[in-house]
């Protein structure tokens, strides 16, 4: 089952609060992003505080709009 449509709703709905990228984890930067960030499965969700540091990660299923949206990103 694809995900896609999954982690389109999510991007939609957080399109106001958040800068969304999505990466291709098969291409040159996909790959190099993938190891710095210790991607082991797709997807994988990772939410940086302003400052850069990984506040949230979440691997193999798109993370609830209230999960992401209730995080203290300050």
């Known amino acids: ?5 999954v982690v389109d709703k999510l991007e ?3 399109r106001t609060e958040f800068i969304v990228i999505r990466i291709d984890v098969h291409s ?5 992003v993938f190891k710095k960030y210790g991607g082991r499965s797709v997807p994988l969700f990772i ?3 302003k400052n ?3 506040t949230f ?10 999960t ?5 990103l300050s």
């Not at 089952?1 to 449509?5: A, C, F, L, R, V």
């Not at 990660?57 to 209230?66: F, K």
């Open 1 to 5: 089952m694809s995900t896609k449509p």
């Open 12 to 14: 939609s709905n957080l």
């Open 28 to 32: 040159d930067l996909g790959k190099d």
């Open 47 to 49: 939410v940086l505080d």
């Open 52 to 54: 850069g540091n990984t």
């Open 57 to 66: 990660r979440s691997r193999g299923t798109a993370p609830s709009l209230d």
């Open 68 to 72: 992401i949206t209730s995080l203290d």
